[in-house]
């Protein structure tokens, strides 16, 4: 109950295309969605974090967007760029609970945006 | 700020040696975490202290493996004694109280045990 489910493994896109990666989660108790960003040889870095209360939230070229009835939430890269290239990794976390602080991690997504 | 500060960032050692792996989190932060990241399981998070004291160390592989934060700026991993498959990335990070799910990952150790 604990998992978050990570898809796609991998993901090709050209550049200026929309890069999609989606997640699913069980347990109802989370109440933090962040998306951290890993550049090879480095640790990962919080990109963008959303909670239930809201279905979107922008920050320039990235999107979470939230289904809490289906307990799946995505990340979409507007206008992707060889830059973006990079593991992408969801969580998710019970701010209330015991556990405040700790993060359940999927399995990340290699994303290559070909120039 | 100097960032989640970890050493050594590469570590080669034979089957049965002990190693230690060691974090200075950013200054003023209240939660440290250590990760081991492998392509086999992804993100696993081993252990995590708040005010150095450890919270959950569910994530700990076996008893091989502890971790001691002696204070808020200094924390060690260690592995006694290592095996191959003990190899992976481990990452510490930390966090503020009130944000302690927005963590800060260090560089990483790359450690190769063979």
């Known amino acids: 109950q604990q998992q978050v489910k990570q898809s796609p493994q991998s993901l090709i896109v050209q550049k200026g295309g929309i890069s999609i990666i989606n997640c699913a989660y069980e347990n109802t108790a989370f109440d933090y969605f962040p998306w951290y960003q890993q550049f090879p040889g480095k640790g990962p870095a919080l990109l963008i974090a959303i909670r239930p209360d809201v279905s979107e939230k922008k920050e320039g070229r990235f999107t979470i967007s939230f289904n809490k009835s289906a307990k799946q939430f995505s990340l979409h890269i507007m206008d992707s760029q060889p830059g973006d290239s990079a593991t992408y990794f969801c969580a998710a976390s019970n701010a209330g609970g015991t556990s405040y602080g700790k993060l359940t991690f999927g399995q990340g997504t290699i994303l290559t945006v070909h120039p | 700020d100097a960032g989640v500060i970890q050493s050594p960032r590469h570590e080669v050692t034979e089957m049965g040696q002990e190693v230690t792996l060691r974090c200075k989190p950013i200054s003023g932060h209240d939660y440290l975490f250590w990760y081991r990241q492998t392509m086999m399981r992804g993100l696993e998070l081993l252990i995590y202290?708040?005010?150095?004291?450890?919270?959950?160390d569910s994530g700990m592989p076996e008893d091989r493996f502890s971790a001691k934060m002696p204070n808020a700026s200094f924390s060690t991993l260690k592995i006694q004694p290592s095996e191959p498959r003990d190899s992976a990335v481990y990452f510490c990070?930390?966090?503020?109280?009130?944000?302690?799910?927005?963590?800060?990952f260090g560089p990483g150790t790359r450690l190769l045990v063979l």
């Open positions: 990070a930390s966090s503020l109280a009130g944000l302690a799910e927005t963590q800060y």
């Open positions: 202290f708040n005010n150095n004291v450890p919270i959950d």
